[in-house]
């Protein structure tokens, strides 16, 4: 479900999950369409180079005036006038079936399939991109909203103990710079606060148009998302998922069959082309006769063509290099991007166990702040501490605290990232 609000403070009672985030991003994401349509347009390429496989039909219809003609000797004496029908007319039709073409058809029908497949991995990637830039606005969001929660709480804590101090100053037992100094805490985590908001309306607008979302809709996260139980396979299953599924290996991979496609179509152009011919033809007048015969003259043939491109032999060896370099280069392209996706699959790996293990340092130290914070308050309460203790107590509760979001997020984020290397999220 979505939300409707107008401002970043606007939070409300339903939440969205990611997934439904992904889906409306499928639908409505303007970055997104470009590389449908290109997908689609390729397909359509499929057919046209199919049609390549459909015989040729040429038809003409002439209409002329045809003067007199003349006669001479071949020394250009004794001119006579030669009169000649003058209504000339002429209609033809051929019909060319390809029969052989060296492969040429076929290997043009198999490029166009492979240009087909490499438009819908470069959707597939360029849709990976959008939903893993979307995860990362999402859960800045979540970041955001539980560190406004952690800012909110300190907040009133802090306005709790202010009051203590108030109470201590009119009894004397407190300063008013003591005062000052926890009002100061006060008017900074306020700021903090300011800031956070501004941050929630930054990404949910980012969010929201990225995600084609309507304008005015406010993202409240799916709180849920922390308690999924993530799997914890090793980076070589990984590794084997990204083989398998990653957008970028695959455009690579099919750049590569492309290349080694192009250089069969070159290697056609030395092989000789054969197509069944056939025709219909009805001329007149017929002026091959002296006199002319003002008649028609249709005849009609059928028979075998074969054609060889002879200057092929030495012309085509320059533009067979170019593509036999070509393929290598698509080759060392494949290996340096499967090269860099196994890398990046298992830095995220490493990144991503390391996630859980900042939690378990993060909680801990929440524990160890609190009980600080808790210490150090009624050591204060007893004047057995210093104001800077207590702000160096709150300080640290403040930081561990968000600390401990950021590492609960991290874990989510670092997940997302694998989902996204190795070409599954």
Known sequence: M?????????????????????????????????????????????????????????????????????????DFSDYQKAAIPHFGSGLSVNVTQPVYAGGAITSAIEMAELKSTAARYAADFQRDNIRFQLAGFYLDIYKCRNLRDVVEANIAAARKVLKDMQARYEQGTALQNDITRYELLVSNLELQLVKIDNTIAILNDNLVTTAGLPAGTVIVPDSTILDRSLPKDGAGWWQGEAEAHSPSLSMARSGLEISRKAESLVKSERLPKIGLQAGWSLDGPILVEVPPINRNLSYWFVG??????????????????????????????????????????NADHVRYLEAYEELKTQQKSVELAERNYRTTSTRYSADMALITDMLDAANAKLDAEQSLVNARINIIYYYYKLLFTSGKI
């Open 2 to 74: 979505l939300l409707s609000g107008s401002g970043a403070g606007a939070y409300g009672q339903s939440v969205i999950t990611l997934e439904q985030i992904f889906e409306s991003a499928e639908a409505n994401s303007a970055r997104l369409r470009p590389s449908l349509t290109n997908q689609i347009e390729a397909e359509r390429e499929i057919s046209v180079a199919r049609a390549g496989r459909l015989p040729d039909i040429n038809a003409s219809l002439s209409l002329s005036y045809i003067g007199d003609g003349f006669t001479t000797k071949r």
């Open 304 to 345: 075998v063509g074969v054609s060889y491109n002879i200057s092929s032999l030495y012309k085509s060896n320059k533009s067979l290099a170019k593509s036999r370099i070509a393929t290598q280069r698509a080759r060392e392209e494949y290996d340096a991007a499967r090269e860099n996706v196994m890398l990046a699959v």
